[in-house]
């Protein structure tokens, strides 16, 4: 509240009032239990939950397989995202229309599809068994229901920001001599790369965390293609309530920071972007 | 249009076929498998399934989340995409961080927390019990999960748009002497209407969907707590292939029409637009 | 300003709690009694769906002809563990009927049956029983008879991981018993077996019902360690493509069942609950467990099924490991025998 010229735009407290309260009760204070829960045990206790060699190995196999699924998805989601929104060509609108449906098939129907698909009697998997790659059930496979789960984030992210995005510097780009990838690069990317940090930060936390479609697909052999959330999901079993939200701890920390940097590289550039024009 | 020379013609052919592939690979095949899978002991089989007094119930129950989510999550959207674009405010960075913390919280951590936010071991259970008040393993439950997996999906939309459309117009209108909500509808809304409608959908998509979170919440009371993807798991768990994925298809289809209505909403809304020009 | 976010904020958590209660006191009350009738909620394990399916049938018939009282069973199924915690954490069940005793136990340790309901119902509260078989592909390609042929090179085991399937523990289990007898106690060389058992295991599906998927659908493995009751499902799905193979030595797998003290307490329904469970030992309800797969307790109708179940194996039971309480924390606990088994075999 330091400067009034910042505040000519009307209704700060009430967005204010209403994001901060809804914010409370559906995230905050439910994330909270998750740490009171976690207080019940001792720090070294905590350390020695989240260090056993097996967890470690969970978080490894989780967040790499979750990386490069988001990779793929950035490259192709900033592909897709410019095919439907600068060019024209038959069944675009279907192609458009596929995008969210990975969100509405329940994650274990579309765990359950992908394996029987990449499986090495499936139509994929039986392809690429031909040359002795095993998909289904190796982290190959976690990563492939990884990149199902998380294309529609960079699409959707993306899109609008493209189609916002003025041909006219392009044009002017093009008639003064510049080629493609040096537009690509010094005038599109720039402008949508916002977006693509978003999408590639909200697929990465999705991924971590992903239950449902990767425990059919991933073979869950501990150290070798268990993931994090199913030793949370054995913690409870075991009704070990605190070891699970201690493991939960380290997940949701993580998501934190991904997510935060996310926020920060957003900013900066948001910066670079106002200092060019 | 601008002209094209032969190289961004290789180009466009090119990213053409690589999004076609990879969408064919990645969504239309789960989806075939999915439907091939529904169809395979023929259509009788499929209508008994669909027609199952439960799966009609449990169709009911996610219509019902899907609308409160897509409800709450349009309010609060709004909002926050609102006060984050349009204020500078300290703290902006961590609150648009805890916005969307809940995409990336593992679907079993979501269950979990609310369980142990209001479930029996919660300091306030006894209140709620004392005042009959059902949140866990009850409709309410289903709700509050449903809402905090698509919580940043409305917002998410449309602050890159929101940022890239700047602070200048409604500033001015603002120093003009405008209204909040008059600026909001006739200068903010026409930039972000189609991000706007994009988050919708993908929000409802998402809601429909839900598994895990809901999973852990429901308690599995069949025609009482079980949404289609729950009535899914449970079919087949219980060696019920085939009606298992018959329930899967009335998801597909729901997003089907969902997506349909998108795409008609956008074709008039462009050719107006159009008109008005 | 200030006054402005309080107000918005104050009149935000108003109307939300007011959407969660609204939606809350209708649920709670369609669980309510209406006109004499009654409604108990039973909360089972996965695939006891078609079993309790015809038993409410009966029941229902039973007890309105005993008390001329409507009564109507509302089911809940999931994997056993996750549902022993649901109820747990709240879930208003009058009876759980699940996979295992210690599932039962937690529920008791939420303070929420009393002690001794192991001795509350016949048979230790199990009014069915079932036992670990093999499903092989038709023609048994590897010939496998006995636990020992599935240690041998080659072949492909799959069977869920214990730590996140009940179920999956009385496969462990049964193993481990067929080893000790074949050791005579050695430990080492008991836990050897196991670790190769393990180490020919293609893929450790989270549940019984992602194993039987994995080795069904998606053609994985040689054999699949399944409960009796699900092996013959999978068998009447594909009568051509699969058969049962009883090993020498298994495990007697006792589903229990037990009433849940505090709340047919709080919602009267005590009686209704206790003959529930009772009527499970009638001749009419053993039929139906042995219609599905599941071997009735009562001797005399198990025999009527001699030519669906072998009944010449040699079963162990969970006494024969000291109880559950012990099992679990030998070998399934953290830092158990079967984390030993995966962080030696690194």
Known sequence: MKKANKRVIPGFGLSMGVTVSVLSIVVLIPLASLAVFTANMSISEIIGTITRARVLASFKVSFVTALIASLINAVMGVVLAWVLVRYDFPFKRLLDGMIELPFALPTAVAGISLTSLTADTGLIGGFFARFGVKIAYTRIGITVAMVFIGIPFVVRAVQPVLEKLDGSYEEAAVTLGADRGRIFREIIFPEICPAVFTGFGLALGRCIGEYGSVVFIAGNQPFETEITPLIIMSELQEYDYASASAIALVMLAASFLILFSVNLIQVKNAKILKGGN | MHKESKGSKAVKVLLIGVSVLFVFLMLVLPLITVIAEAFKQGFKVYAEAVADKYTIKAMLLTVEATVFAVAVNTVFGLFAAWLITKFRFKGKKLLSTLIDLPVT????????????????????????????????????????????????????????????????????????????????????????????????????????????????????????????????????????????????????????????????????????????? | MKKNILNISLAAAVLFTGITSFTGCTAASAQGKTDGSITLTNVSYDPTRELYESYNKIFAEHWKEKTGQDIEITQSHGGSGKQALEVANGLEADVVTLALEYDVNAVRDAGLIEDGWVSEFGNDSAPYTSTIVFLVRKGNPKNIQDWDDLVEDGVGVITPNPKTSGGARWNYLAAWAYADKLYGGDEAQVKDFIKKLYKNVLVLDSGARGATTTFVENGQGDVLLAWENEAYLSIKDYPDDYEIITPSVSILAQPSVAIVDKVVDKRGTRDAATEYLQYLYSDE?????????????????????????????????????????????????????????????E
């Open chain 3, 285 to 345: 309800a053993q039929r139906i467990a042995g219609d599905n797969y599941y071997r009735p307790s009562n001797e005399a109708i198990l025999k009527e099924y001699a030519n669906v179940f072998n009944l010449d194996i040699n079963l162990v039971t969970i006494q024969d490991f000291g109880g559950w309480e012990k099992a679990q924390t030998t070998h399934f606990a953290d830092g158990g025998v079967f984390d030993e088994i995966y962080e030696k075999s």
């Open chain 2, 105 to 277: 919280v593992s679907p079993i951590i979501a269950g979990l927390i609310f369980v142990l936010t209001f479930g029996r071991q919660s300091p306030i259970y006894p209140y709620l019990e004392a005042a009959d008040i059902k949140i866990v393993f009850a409709v309410p439950g289903i709700i509050l999960a449903t809402i905090f997996v698509t919580f940043p999906f409305i917002s998410r939309e449309l602050i890159p748009v929101l940022e890239a459309q700047g602070t200048d117009e409604e500033e001015a209108a603002a120093l003009m002497g405008a209204k909040g909500f008059t600026i909001f509808t006739k200068i903010t809304f026409p930039h972000i209407k189609w991000a706007f409608l994009y988050g919708i959908v993908l929000c409802a998509a998402r809601a429909m969907g839900e598994f895990g979170a809901v999973s852990v919440l429901s308690g599995h009371l069949r025609g009482k707590t079980n949404t289609l993807p729950l009535h899914v798991e449970i079919l087949f768990n219980e060696f019920k292939y085939v009606p298992a994925f018959a329930v899967s298809s009335i998801l597909v289809m729901m997003a089907v029409i969902i997506l349909i209505a998108r795409s008609v909403v956008e074709y008039i809304g462009k050719r107006e637009s159009e008109n008005v020009r």
